[in-house]
Structures are given as structure tokens and as C-alpha cells.
């Protein structure tokens, strides 16, 4: 591990700054030595940095946990810089992969892709954005690197490079951004200072590997108006929306002449006739995909290598102690099969620790640790030379400063027992991690450039290594402004201490993740985590812990009164009379606030008070709604007196012309209050008078007598009226129906009705009672005539209110009917409201 330090920091030294190379030692120089001291940090000052975010000063301090406290007056950061051409080209070349140790690659050639790296040129020098569509292996990546050395001098803050993989919201590529333009090394804007900063930036923005879209892809161009964007996704990835207004640009295969161009560049020599007719089949099987003439190429050159058809081994003769035989088995060429899916033939044929590194690769799904880490996961001092022996079989492919495997890679590696020992790998690689982030001679930004290996290493490995790979490596995300990464370490770290019953540490991982939330502004989140830390340590008897705890709670207080105090609680008010309601002729009554009584001076002498009546400015005002002294009250437009005695205000009625703007115009639309219809006032002129006080009390006291006599009067009907109640054997009862008719022959009893019962017997045949007349009289309800079903009604009980149709008569003898005569006799009163005094009895 000591070599592999040295070229580690000499290729890295853009990136990670300026840190002292890892003590030669034989202890860390294999892996064996890693695995028997599992994690344990190396001695040394703790790194603590200090950190501006937003409006807090931010101290990282692996130890005891990260301090967070307001910034103090006159420390504010100023605006930053914008970076030169210079610094911007030393930030693109580290943001490229590293170099790699061993033999160089030789580059490729970008074949049949002029067209459309053309459209991309002029699109992006129109300042549209684009979406570059292609499937995995098609070339994007290559055809990226080709439009930006045509698009250098288009922005004025020249080209950007980013990597979308991993990123599902744009938060963390706006951060990107802003640290690639402006010189802001330990300073994390808060997000309203950050929109404000990218909105000014003018660049062509290379985003490659996107997989967000839809409202977050939208979210990023909106934040960037004077960026244009060049995203390479995949067909799967989630489309822009309709109105984003991003061009589509979709990249296919290569034809055939351009196929067998790339699989001569790759294999280094002409091809023979059998090789052509392959390699024709291959490009229809696998559509002409790029990658899989690289695989072809490199199975060639392994096959040639087989088969000696070099001309020095031809003129070799083999020794008597080598285990060649000379006469060889010619190997033959692969099949179609083998060519649509050469991995396991490729892996087979590289080097023990090319193989090695393929397996760490496949436990850590699909991420390959920088080429630095190899010898101590391997065992093997040669072990970085792998990543490009791996690199020129086109089994990798970059991804920003890294390597992952290929597309399809990994699945065709687990299904040959590639898999077998994952858990190992990943415990092995998470130990290795958490010594390597512990160390105080790694700074932090070259922790952050190895983020997905230290996650995914994170999240396969056993509960114990991954406390304490959590623990060291959160401190390293948090100073290097990776906090993505940082939230995602801290929450694996918490789960794995409850899982293990480390209750130190998990308070450690919520204080942590408390502070993230209160630097991010969300104070909800921050104080949930912070109460579970103080609760957590406050059991643990760590004073200094709680302490620490309790003064970042108070800063979330702080801030959750400031908010309450720039958004006061809701109010809703009626809104004011337009000018133009008063001047409508279809308008009517406004709802408008009651203004406070006028003074005695300026109050309008038409009227005076009842005797006895309480002062004007006594009068009770309960049903109306008040409002604060001094507040500005529309004009109250005063139309009749019916108008003016309603307790519930009217609002218009009419459409609305224009969409509601106010809270008030919504909640009217929502919630409208239809008035009764009825013919709209006059309108008086605005400067006229309001009523009277007095006039009102007496027109209030008048429609309270009134209901008062009405009340008192159906009472005393009621009473009359059942005590005029006669048992059913003298006479029928009476009903309220219009019409009345009476027998005046024997009864006839219909067939529909039914039997009598037999507690109450049928009333006699018998005319009307003399002096007594069944005709309605002035004041009284006309009764129907008398059914001839008997009564059930007790004869103590009020008459009969039900009110049913006239019975027909079903036999052949209709029911002979008397003629209606009013008669001044047996008045009865109703229970309706008249002008009648109640005094007057019968």
C-alpha cells in the first residue's frame, strides 16, 4: 500500500490537494496486514475543518460530534470569484479519470458519428439544450468528449463537466456546478444564495450518465436559464417533460463497414475472411453497438496471444523445459454467442489479480475501487495494473473519476460464480475503508472522489464493519462538501449501530444527521434526530455530548421562531367594494367590515334614541364583525332598510371575469352565499348618510313585537282548538281540507274499508246536529268531509293534522256531498299567524 500511496497522490494531486504520502511501513504494504488491524485509525491529530453553510459556521469534528453555531457578525463571505480559464481547465482535468499505471491504452476512433456530433455543436452554440438518447455501449460518452472540444470557446464560463450517475435530484448537481465555476472551497451556499449564484452562469454544461427527468431535470433547467445542457441518458430513463423544450437527439449502432473499421483498429492487423463473416453476424446480433466490437477486438488479441501468431514466437523454438508443446491447438474463433456475451471468456483469459479485482467489483455492485486500493484488497503489490488490462478488454467503462464495470458485465460475471464470495469481498473492502478514511494523511476531497466504493462497500458489509466504516467516513463527506454522500453514511451508520447495540455511536449518527437537516433548513427533521441524540446521550451520562446536542436544539428553536415570525398566522378578511360595484346596476350588498362607531360630534341628528334606550355609542355591536382601531374600512354603500337589517352579509353573485388573485376571491368562488331572490334596490349615491342608530333600534324592537304577537297567538289557538275537540260518537272530526261534504242519507259503507274495530264502535246514521253547521266560518280552516273509516283517536286527544286525498267512492252509489254555507257558529281557531288579538277567544 505504501507504492501504490505514492502514485496515488501524484495522479491525484489535482483533486485531492496537497497530502503527504501514506508512511512507508511493511505493515500497510499488503493486505493481509489491512485485514488484521480492521479499521483501526492511524494516530494523529484529528481532522477538524471548519466550514461556512448558509448562515451557520459548521466545525467538523470527527471526535465529538460537528458543532454548529450562527456566523458571527463580520465573518460573512463576500461574493466569490469567478474561476479563470486556467483554474477551469486544471478543474476538467481532475474531474477526468486518473491515469493508470502499466501499458497506455490506445485511444479509439469515433467512426459514422460527424452528423450528429455536428447538430450537437450547433444546437449547444444556439444555446438550446439537448438530450442525447443511446443505449448502453453506444458511444456517448466518447461522442461528449468530441463536442466539447468543438463547444470551448461558445459560454463565457467556457465548458463544464458533470456526472449525473447516482443523482435523482438536481440539489447536488447545482452544488457541482457551483463549485466548478466559483473559487468557494470550504463555503456551501444556503439554497437561496445558491439559485441566485447558477442563475448567472453561462456555460455549456456536459451531463453525462443522467438518470433524473421529468419535474427534477426540469428543476435544473430552470435554475440555470443561461446554461445549455448536452445529457446523455439512456432509452429507460425518465423523458423531459413536454414544455421543457430540450431537444432529442437519439444515437444508434454503427454499420457494418464502420464495425469491422473498429474491430482492425482494436485487433491491430487486418482480418482474415473467416473473421470478416463473423464479425458481419456479430453486427447484426448485437445491433452495432460500439462496446461489443471493443469485446470482439480484445478477443482476437487474447486469441492471437493463444495461438502464438506473433512472428517473434513463431521463430521461437520452444525449450525442453517449457511446458508448451510445439505442436499447439490452434484456438478457434469464438461463437456468436460467445461474442454477443464475452465476459466470462474474457475474464478467463486476463491475469489472477485482473480477476481478483473483477470479483471485489462484483461485491460492491459493480464499482471498481480506485487502482490505489487494489494491492491492499488483493494481496498483490502488481495488482494496480489490472484496472487497465480490464479497461482495454472493454470490461470497464468511466464513470466521472472512476471505473465501473460495463453494461452487462456484471450479470454475465455472477452467472459463471463471480458472486460466490461477495460478503467476504465487501467486508474485506469495508475494513480496508475504514482504516483508509481514518487516516489523517487522505484529505477529504479525495474520500469524496471514492463515495460510491465507500457506499457500496458500506451497504454489504456486516454491522460491526459498518459502525465503524460509518463513523470514520462521515467526518471526511461532510468536510468535503459531499453531503449527499454524507446523509447517506450517517443513516447506514445509525441502522447498523441499532442493529449492533452501539448506543454511543448511534447517538453520534443522530446528532450528526440533525445538524445536516438544520443546515439544510429543515427544522422539523433537525429536531426529531437532536431530541433523539440528547435522549440517546442523556442515558449514556455524556455531558459534553448533550451539551453539544442542546445548543444546536436551541439554534432550531431560534429559527422555527423566526419563521413564525415573518409569516403570521392566517387572516382572512372580505375583500373591499370595488369602485365599480357602486356604479353596476345588477350589484348587490358587499360584505364589508363594520367601521367603529362615529363620534358624538359627527353623528347625523335625524333620529334620536328611544327614552330609555342606551346611548348610541352603548349600542350592542355582537353581530357584527369588529375590526382593529385605525384600520382602513371600504365605504358601506347604504341601499334600503330591509337591506340594511340583515345580520349575514351578501356577496356578488355575478361571474367572475378574471381568475381570483387574493385568498378572499377564492374562498368566495369556493364558498358562494346566494341571496334570496328578490328585486334589487335602487342604489343611493355614495355620500349619502347612514341610517340613524335609533331609527334601526326602532325597527328592530317593532319586528320583535311582531313575532312576539305571533308566537302568543298560535299558542292560544293551539289551546283553544283541542279544548273545542268533541269525542268521536257525536260528530265526525274535522280536518283542515278545503272542501267539506257531508251524508245526508244513511251511510254507505265502501267496499275498500276496512272492518271496524271493535273498542270503538261506528257513528250513527244521523244528520248534523241541530244549531251545529259543518261549514267554515271566518277565521277557520274548511274540514273535508268526514271519512267514514272509524276513528281511532282518543277522545281526550288534539284533532287530527294529517292531511290525505279525498277518498273516491268505488261502489255504484256515489257519496251524496252538502253544499258549503258559512255559518258564524262552533269558530275555531288556527294556528296561523293573522292580525286577530289573541283576547279574542271564540
Known amino acids: 500500500m505504501d507504492r501504490t500511496q505514492g502514485q496515488d497522490e501524484q495522479h491525484e494531486q489535482p483533486a485531492g490537494g496537497s497530502a503527504p504520502a501514506v508512511p512507508t511501513g511493511p505493515a500497510v504494504s499488503t493486505g493481509p496486514a489491512v485485514s488484521t488491524a480492521p479499521g483501526a485509525p492511524a494516530a494523529g491529530p484529528a481532522r477538524v475543518v471548519s466550514l461556512t453553510a448558509g448562515d451557520f459556521t459548521l466545525t467538523v469534528n470527527p471526535v465529538d460530534g460537528s458543532e454548529i453555531e450562527p456566523l458571527r457578525p463580520g465573518t460573512e463571505p463576500g461574493r466569490p470569484a469567478r474561476r479563470d480559464a486556467a483554474a477551469r481547465a486544471v478543474r476538467d482535468s481532475a474531474a477526468r479519470p486518473p491515469v493508470l499505471p502499466g501499458p497506455a491504452v490506445p485511444a479509439r476512433p469515433l467512426l459514422e458519428r460527424e452528423e450528429e456530433r455536428e447538430r450537437l455543436v450547433r444546437l449547444l452554440g444556439r444555446g438550446r439544450s439537448v438530450r442525447l438518447t443511446g443505449p448502453a455501449g453506444s458511444g456517448r460518452s466518447a461522442l461528449l468528449d468530441a463536442v466539447a472540444d468543438r463547444c470551448a470557446g461558445l459560454a463565457p464560463d467556457g465548458v463544464v463537466r458533470l456526472s449525473g450517475y447516482g443523482h435523482q435530484q438536481p440539489g447536488e448537481l447545482l452544488h457541482a456546478l457551483y463549485a466548478t465555476v466559483y473559487e468557494a472551497e470550504r463555503d456551501r451556499p444556503g439554497r437561496i444564495e445558491l439559485l441566485a449564484r447558477v442563475r448567472e452562469i453561462g456555460a455549456v454544461v456536459l451531463l453525462d450518465d443522467l438518470e433524473m427527468g421529468g419535474p427534477a431535470l426540469d428543476e435544473l433547467l430552470r435554475a440555470t436559464p443561461e446554461c445549455a445542457y448536452l445529457l446523455a441518458a439512456t432509452p429507460d430513463t425518465r423523458a423531459p417533460s413536454d414544455h421543457s423544450h430540450v431537444e432529442e437527439v437519439f444515437l444508434g449502432g454503427l454499420g457494418k463497414a464502420e464495425c469491422l473499421e473498429l474491430l482492425e483498429s482494436g485487433a491491430g492487423r487486418p482480418l482474415t475472411d473467416e473473421e470478416i463473416a463473423w464479425a458481419g453476424d456479430l453486427c447484426f446480433a448485437s445491433e452495432g453497438l460500439p462496446l461489443r466490437f471493443v469485446q470482439a477486438a480484445a478477443l482476437l488479441r487474447q486469441r492471437d496471444e493463444l495461438n502464438h501468431s506473433d512472428e517473434d514466437d513463431e521463430e521461437e523454438e520452444p525449450g525442453v523445459f517449457e511446458g508448451r508443446p ?11 454467442a460467445e461474442g454477443a456475451a464475452p465476459a466470462e471468456l474474457l475474464a478467463s483469459r486476463v491475469s489472477e489479480s485482473a480477476r481478483a479485482a473483477l470479483r471485489i467489483a462484483c461485491a460492491l455492485g459493480g464499482e471498481l475501487p480506485h487502482h490505489a486500493h487494489l494491492p491492499a484488497l488483493v494481496g498483490d503489490t502488481h495488482a494496480d495494473t489490472a484496472v ?19 453494461a452487462g458485465v456484471a450479470r454475465q460475471l455472477e452467472e459463471v460464480g463471480y458472486g460466490d464470495t461477495a460478503s467476504e469481498e465487501a467486508r474485506t473492502a469495508a475494513r480496508h475503508y475504514a482504516w483508509w478514511t481514518g487516516h489523517a494523511s487522505v484529505v477529504p476531497e479525495r474520500v469524496a472522489a471514492e463515495a460510491d466504493a465507500v457506499l457500496a462497500a458500506l451497504a454489504g458489509a456486516d454491522v460491526v464493519a459498518a459502525v465503524l466504516l460509518a463513523r470514520t467516513a462521515a467526518p471526511a463527506f461532510a468536510a468535503s462538501l459531499h453531503w449527499e454522500a454524507w446523509e447517506r453514511v450517517l443513516r447506514s451508520g445509525a441502522e447498523a449501530a441499532r442493529k449492533a447495540g452501539e448506543v454511543a455511536e448511534q447517538a453520534y449518527f443522530h446528532h450528526e444527521l440533525g445538524v445536516l437537516a438544520l443546515c439544510e433548513e429543515r427544522l422539523d427533521r ?105 384600520a382602513r374600512v371600504a365605504p358601506v354603500v347604504p341601499v334600503s332598510a330591509e337591506a340594511v337589517t340583515r345580520m349575514t352579509p351578501v356577496v356578488p353573485v355575478t361571474a367572475r371575469s378574471e381568475p381570483p388573485t387574493t385568498l378572499s376571491e377564492v374562498f368566495e368562488d369556493a364558498f358562494p352565499l346566494t341571496p334570496k331572490p328578490a328585486p334589487t334596490p335602487a342604489l343611493r349615491p355614495a355620500a349619502a348618510p347612514a341610517p340613524a342608530p335609533g331609527r334601526r333600534r326602532r325597527v328592530l324592537l317593532a319586528g320583535a313585537g311582531a313575532l312576539t304577537v305571533v308566537a ?36 254507505v259503507v265502501s267496499k275498500n274499508d276496512p272492518a271496524p274495530e271493535p273498542p270503538v264502535s261506528a257513528p250513527p246514521a244521523q244528520s248534523a246536529v241541530p244549531g251545529q253547521s259543518l261549514a267554515p266560518t271566518p277565521g277557520r280552516t274548511p274540514a273535508r268531509t268526514p271519512s267514514r273509516r272509524p276513528s281511532a283517536t282518543p277522545p281526550n286527544s288534539p284533532p287530527a293534522t294529517s292531511v290525505s286525498p279525498p277518498p273516491t267512492t268505488a261502489g255504484p252509489s256515489p257519496t251524496p256531498t252538502e253544499t258549503v254555507v258559512p255559518s258564524p257558529t262552533a269558530t275555531t281557531q288556527t294556528g296561523t299567524a293573522t292580525a286577530t288579538s289573541p283576547a279574542t277567544g271564540r
Do not use: F
Open 388 to 406: 487497465a488490462e480490464l479497461l482495454a478488454c472493454g470490461l470497464l467503462t468511466p464513470v466521472g473519476t472512476r471505473y465501473r464495470l460495463a
Open 326 to 336: 510445439r505442436d499447439a491447438v490452434q484456438v478457434p474463433l469464438p461463437t456468436l
Open 712 to 747: 302568543l297567538g298560535t299558542v292560544v289557538s293551539l289551546a283553544l282548538s283541542s279544548s273545542d275537540t268533541s269525542p268521536p260518537a257525536e260528530g265526525p272530526s274535522v280536518t283542515r281540507t278545503p272542501t267539506v261534504t257531508a251524508p245526508t242519507t244513511a251511510p
Open 526 to 630: 433537525a429536531r426529531a434526530e437532536l431530541e433523539t441524540s440528547i435522549g440517546l446521550r442523556g442515558a449514556l451520562a455524556d455531558k459534553r455530548g448533550t451539551v453539544a446536542g442542546r445548543r444546536a436544539l436551541a439554534l432550531v428553536v431560534d429559527r422555527e421562531n423566526a419563521v413564525a415570525a415573518v409569516s403570521p398566522p392566517l387572516r382572512l378578511e372580505a375583500p373591499a367594494a370595488p369602485a365599480a360595484l357602486a356604479a353596476s346596476p345588477d350589484a348587490v350588498t358587499v360584505a364589508t367590515p363594520a367601521a367603529p362607531a362615529a363620534p358624538a360630534s359627527k353623528a347625523p341628528k335625524t333620529a334620536k334614541p328611544a327614552p330609555g334606550a342606551p346611548a348610541a355609542s352603548e349600542a350592542p355591536t355582537a353581530k357584527v364583525a369588529p375590526v382593529a382601531p385605525g
